[in-house]
Each structure stands twice: as C-alpha cells, then as structure tokens.
C-alpha cells in the first residue's frame, strides 16, 4: 500500500469513527478540549459532543447544516485558515461522498467533512482534536475482556451528569454464539450479574444482546455477525 492509498484508508476510518460518534451522540461534560477558536460556517450549528474522549484522544464534535454547497463552505475555511505558521497550510482531501479540510492550529487538530445535502446545500460535522501527553488511564474493571485475535475497531469514552462510559466496537472470526458464551462466563468471573440474555434478528442475520449489572456499574453487549467475523458492540456505564 503507497502512502496516498494509506492516507486515503486513515481518512476513511476517521470519517467512520466520527460517523458513530455523531449516532452516539448527547455526551456532556464540565470538561472542555482547550483549543483555539473553530470558525463555523454559516449554517445551523449543533452539538454532538462537547466532550469525549475517542480511542484516547480528548475531541469535541458539532454538526451543521447549510444552504451553501460544500464548495463554499470549503472556502470559507481556506480563507479562515490561510496566513498561518509556516508547514500549518490546510490539507484537502476527497473520500467518497466527504470532502474534508483539516489543519492543525496550537496544539489541536480541526477537521471539517461536508457532502452536499438538499438541492444545493450541505450537510458535515467539525471535529477539534486535542493532542495531549497525558496517559490515558481506564480502571481495570473497565477494560473489556477479548477473545484472542479481536480487533478493537473503535474505543469512545464519554461523560453525561456524572457518569462515566465507554463504548467499544470490536470485531473476531469467532461466531456469535462464542463470543456470547465467553462474555457470560468471564465477566461472571469478575463479578457481573447476568440482568439478561436473548436472540434477536438483524437483516444481517441472528444477533445476541447480553445485560450484565456489577453494583451500580451496567454493561450491556449486542454481538452480530458480520460477513466472516463477528462484531461486539460493548457499553459500560459506571452509574446507568
């Protein structure tokens, strides 16, 4: 893979990434990404998330909708970020049906993605991401437990009146049923009670949704097969 093609698949994970983030959506928090201003466009403006932190890296997220067409929200950006320290010259880039503008300014990195919405406007998310030396550090009753070989697809921490929560997307070759029976048992072992358990069905075939409860702490688990692997889709709230 040549490095356009390597940027291109980053770009798509980061666009899929914050795609979920806008589903999940409503995180609040007395915490805030400190970052310089993010000019908005003009456009109806909206939060999803003032703060959260996604695969370790502290971000906010707002979405827009505009009767501009992406063109004239791009530059409305290229104008915005132009004259800049010298190597900070905003970067383009297309993929897909996203057309995305992102520069970095201070110690965050802002990034815009907008598709055409209506009949001649638009419709995108703003993302600020905060670089940070800070360890990220999770409990270790929150760390989720995984089969061998799982791949973490996306790990989102995020915060509402005084609860704490992490969402994790993983994905494995093994089926859901598997899963399922490792899920139960293990977490059973580090003292989750099982709430529920039962079979539903998806248009991508059967799925299991699991419901545990340790004290005040729920986790709740929807495991579905997906082509040749299985994805588990896993939040654990501190105080639900």
Not at 116 to 141: E, H, M, Y
Request: aromatic content about 8%; glycine content about 8%; overall charge positive.
């Amino acid at each position: 893979m040549n490095s356009q093609q390597h940027d291109n698949a980053r770009a798509r994970r980061r666009i899929a990434g914050l795609a979920f983030c806008a589903l999940l959506g409503g995180a609040s928090h007395a915490e805030e990404i400190n970052c310089p201003h993010f000019p908005e466009p003009k456009a109806k403006v909206e939060w999803v998330a003032p703060y959260m932190v996604y695969n370790g890296v502290p971000m906010s997220i707002k979405r827009f909708d505009s009767e501009q067409p992406p063109a004239d929200v791009l530059a409305f950006y290229r104008q915005a970020w132009k004259g800049g320290p010298a190597g900070t010259a905003p970067v383009e880039n297309t993929v897909g049906v996203w057309q995305t503008i992102a520069v970095v300014r201070g110690n965050c990195f802002f990034t815009v993605q907008v598709q055409a919405a209506g009949k001649n406007g638009s419709t995108g998310l703003l993302s600020a991401t905060q670089s940070s030396d800070k360890v990220r550090v999770i409990d270790k009753d929150k760390t989720l437990p995984m089969l061998s070989g799982s791949t973490i697809l996306n790990d989102i921490e995020h915060h509402d009146s005084g609860k704490t929560a992490r969402t994790v997307v993983l994905s494995n070759t093994f089926s859901p049923e598997t899963n399922a029976n490792f899920y139960r048992q293990t977490l059973a072992d580090q003292g989750w009670q099982p709430v529920s358990s039962y079979q539903m069905n998806t248009r991508k075939g059967p799925g299991i949704t699991i419901v545990m409860k340790r004290g005040l702490a729920e986790a709740s688990l929807v495991i579905t097969r997906s082509g040749q692997n299985t994805n588990v889709l896993a939040n654990l709230v501190d105080k639900p």
